[in-house]
C-alpha cells in the first residue's frame, strides 16, 4: 500500500467544522482512500472512503483532491466524543481482502 | 450486541509464560485479521484467516505465535514464551466478503502486560 501522510496533532472546538488533511502522492489509480478512527481504549472503527469524487456519509465528509494526491476527512461539526486518532488509509482495490496498513494518524482534540 | 468480541479484555503475565487469546468475529463473516498495537502506534498487521485457510502471516509473527481459526467462525492467538517486547494491545477484526473496500468491524482488543 503507498505511504500516506498526516500531521501529528490538531485541535477544534466544539460544533465546529474540523479538516483533517492526508497527503497521498504515490497514490495508484487502483487505490482507495479509506478513513479509519480510534476512539481512547477501543479499537479503530471505519469512517468514510472515496476513489475520486467527494463522498458523504452520517459521519462526515471526503473532500479529494483532483489529481488525487491529498484528501480531507471533513468533520462537520466536532464533539466532544470526535476527539480520537484518525487514520488516512490507500487500499488497492487488486489486493481484496489485504489488511490495513495503518501510519500513526492524526490525533484529533476537542475543547468544549 | 452482534460486535467482535474479544477475550480476556486485559492478561498480566510474566515473561516466559504461554498467554492464549481469543477472537469472535461478527457471525457470517468470512476474513479475520489480527493486529498489533503498542503504545503511540497506529495497529500494525499480524495475520488473516478467510474461513478457516490463514493466508497471510507479517514478519512481526515469530514463531513463538500461532493463530487457529479451526472451524472458520472463532480464532485464537497463542504466543508462548511471552517477552517484555509482547506487552500491547491485540487487535481483531472481521469484515465480510472479498472486495478490497469491505469495512473491518475490530473489537475492543486485549492488553496484554508481560512482567
Known amino acids: 500500500d503507498a505511504k500516506t501522510t498526516q500531521p501529528n496533532s490538531m485541535e477544534s472546538n466544539e460544533e465546529e467544522p474540523v479538516h483533517l488533511p492526508c497527503n497521498h502522492s504515490t497514490i495508484s489509480g487502483t487505490d482507495y482512500i479509506h478513513w479509519y478512527r480510534q476512539l481512547p481504549s477501543q479499537g479503530p472503527e471505519y469512517v468514510i472512503h472515496?476513489?475520486?469524487s467527494n463522498v458523504n456519509n452520517r459521519m462526515a465528509s471526503l473532500a479529494i483532491a483532483e489529481d488525487r494526491k491529498s484528501s480531507t476527512l471533513i468533520l462537520h461539526r466536532a464533539t466532544l466524543r470526535d476527539a480520537a486518532v484518525y487514520y488516512c488509509i490507500l487500499r488497492d482495490s487488486n489486493q481484496a481482502g489485504t489488511a490495513l496498513i495503518f501510519g500513526k494518524g492524526t490525533t484529533l482534540s476537542v475543547s468544549s | 450486541d452482534t460486535g467482535v468480541s474479544q477475550d480476556p479484555r486485559h492478561k498480566i503475565t510474566k515473561r516466559g509464560q504461554n498467554v492464549t487469546f481469543r477472537c469472535d468475529p461478527i457471525s457470517e463473516h468470512n476474513r479475520l485479521y489480527w493486529y498489533r498495537q503498542t503504545l503511540g502506534q497506529g495497529p500494525e498487521f499480524l495475520t488473516y484467516?478467510?474461513?478457516?485457510?490463514?493466508?497471510?502471516k507479517s514478519r512481526l509473527l515469530s514463531d513463538r505465535f500461532s493463530a487457529e481459526r479451526p472451524k472458520g467462525s472463532f480464532s485464537t492467538l497463542e504466543i508462548q514464551r511471552t517477552e517484555q517486547g509482547d506487552s500491547a494491545m491485540y487487535l481483531c477484526?472481521?469484515?465480510?466478503?472479498?472486495?478490497?473496500?469491505?469495512?473491518?468491524?475490530f473489537g475492543p482488543g486485549t492488553r496484554l502486560t508481560v512482567l
Open positions: 472515496g476513489l475520486t
Open positions: 484467516f478467510q474461513n478457516e485457510a490463514q493466508l497471510e
Open positions: 477484526a472481521s469484515t465480510g466478503g472479498t472486495g478490497p473496500n469491505n469495512e473491518q468491524f
